[in-house]
């Protein structure tokens, strides 16, 4: 077949690669399989929500509105294609999304089509998961998000505080953390009661202002350590924070 003449010249010659990867109807048939376990709308729901956390069928139940044998017809269905996977802890079976590559990209996938292609609620982000009435707020409007949820913004926090001189991009901490970039933006707003952004920024002027106290480092040294790697742009967030430069900052404060 590689040699073999198409039956229509256009000019343009089909290489051997594609001929052949398009002659191997196995792969494509691994490919439908995969994707008709998502063709239901309930399924998919069931599988996307199971990438961000781990749940027993009754909480599935619950925030998915469906029946108990409903929600355990496509767990067996998601299990058998090697989308989830299950534990048994007594009584109670928890099921989450098995660690495969391809399990990944599907999510991905699901999360990119989601914030193209599905309708956005007032304030412009997708609502990930009904709020549950369980939960109790406990700082500023966490309450009305599930505690996974919750839990993964807290270690969202965890690692960008310890890391104050590395930037990550929302897209970066949404695969690492298997959730939502609506979902974290909005989640984390709501537990620290400021943007991802903002909150982080305050931190970063935090540890600036203390090693402008507390060390002889270079304001450049500094700048890096916070992660501003142009030092004039650290400066003026800085004054726009403080109303002083870095310099006036240390000046001020040796001069007290």
């Given amino acids: 077949m590689e ?7 256009h000019g343009e010659e089909i290489s051997s690669h594609l001929r052949e990867a398009a002659a191997r109807t196995e792969s494509f048939r691994t490919v439908s399989d995969m994707f008709k376990l998502l063709a239901d709308p309930s399924r998919a729901r ?5 990438c961000h956390c781990e749940e027993c069928v009754v909480n599935i139940s619950y925030l998915t509105d469906m029946t108990s044998p409903a929600v355990s017809h496509h767990l067996r269905q998601l299990k058998d294609g090697g989308l989830i996977v299950s534990r048994r802890e007594g009584k109670e079976v928890y099921y989450k999304a098995a660690s495969a590559e391809q399990v990944r990209l599907l999510h991905l996938m699901m999360e990119k089509t989601m914030e193209i292609s599905c309708p956005e609620d007032g304030d412009g982000d997708i609502r990930s998961v009904p ?24 270690r969202v926090h965890e690692l960008l505080t310890e890391n104050l001189d590395r930037r990550y991009t929302i897209e970066e901490l949404s695969r690492r953390f298997l959730i939502n970039p609506s979902s974290l933006k909005e989640t984390f707003k709501a537990v620290y009661g400021k943007s991802l952004a903002a909150h982080i920024k305050e931190h970063r002027m935090e540890l600036a202002s203390e090693l402008l106290r507390g060390t002889d480092l270079s304001i450049a040294e500094i700048a890096e350590r916070v992660g501003y790697e142009n030092q004039s742009k650290f400066s003026a967030e800085f004054k726009k924070q403080t109303g002083k430069l870095p310099s006036e900052y240390r000046r001020f404060l040796e001069a007290h």
């Fill in 131 to 154: 709020e549950l009435p369980e939960l109790d707020a406990h700082t500023g409007g966490e309450g009305r998000y599930p505690a996974e949820q919750v839990e993964t913004v807290r």
């Fill in 46 to 50: 069931i599988f996307w929500l199971l």
């Fill in 3 to 9: 040699n073999e003449a198409m039956p229509h010249d």
